[in-house]
């Protein structure tokens, strides 16, 4: 199937520090990604909708200003999480659609530790 | 917004016995269903997925069934091995949209 890439697969940061994790679907285009956050036992809630060359449209609930997401091609899409706290702590998780069959494919997860 | 339940939350089954997990969606305008398993520490992998304009769908010892006028699918699982152990997320899908709402997911437990 798909691959799709993300990094790093684990983090530990300060509070107060920025960390950026990347999204790289390796063998298809994607126009569209996703982000969302898992915490332990529980699903996946979905954060924002990355679209390629445009502004991520974010969930209710979530900050934009705290999230920062950039698709800057059909082939990458980054999540800043800008002055983490340990409340940020979580697992991230990044999927990629395949605009040809319209499914859609997740990365490994980042496993973001803030102290 | 779409809203995705999903039961149950833990299912133990006897190895070789079937598996059923139910979900149901509120917009009926969703029209893709996807199914995922997620190991523990890994990525969640598609499994089998269902569109709107089907009925059923099978893909060797899994199953899934859609029935659009209740907003109901289900995820059968038949000769369960030991490797089936994982949790399991319904999803619904607006093509429009194309974001994916996932249900709660099903810890599915394999018995020896």
């Known amino acids: 199937g798909a691959v799709v890439s993300q990094h790093p697969s684990w983090v530990i940061c300060k509070s107060g520090t920025s960390v950026k994790i990347e999204c790289r679907s390796l063998?298809?285009?994607?126009?569209?990604m996703f982000w969302y956050r898992q915490f332990p036992k529980q699903s996946l809630m979905l954060m924002a909708t990355s679209n390629e060359g445009s502004k991520a449209t974010y969930e209710q609930g979530v900050e934009k200003d705290k999230f920062l997401i950039n698709h800057a091609s059909l082939t990458l899409s980054t999540l800043t999480v800008t002055s983490a706290h340990p409340e940020d702590s979580s697992f991230y998780i990044c999927?990629?659609?395949?605009?040809?069959?319209?499914?859609?494919?997740f990365g490994a997860g980042t496993r973001l530790s803030v102290l | 917004g779409e809203n995705v339940e999903q039961h149950p939350s833990t299912l133990s089954v006897q190895e070789g016995d079937s598996a059923v997990i139910k979900c149901t969606y509120s917009d009926s305008a969703s029209n893709y269903f996807p199914w995922y398993k997620q190991e523990l520490g890994k990525r969640p992998q598609l499994i089998i997925d269902?569109?709107?304009?089907?009925g059923e769908k099978k893909d060797q010892r899994i199953a899934v069934t859609l029935n659009k006028t209740a907003k109901h699918f289900s995820l059968h699982i038949t000769e369960t091995q030991p490797e089936d152990s994982a949790v399991y997320f319904c999803a619904a899908s607006l093509n429009r949209d194309d974001k994916i709402i996932f249900g709660k997911g099903t810890r599915l437990h394999i018995l020896p």
């Open positions: 999927s990629a659609r395949d605009s040809g069959i319209n499914i859609q494919y």
């Open positions: 063998d298809f285009q994607a126009t569209t």
């Open positions: 269902i569109r709107s304009n089907v």
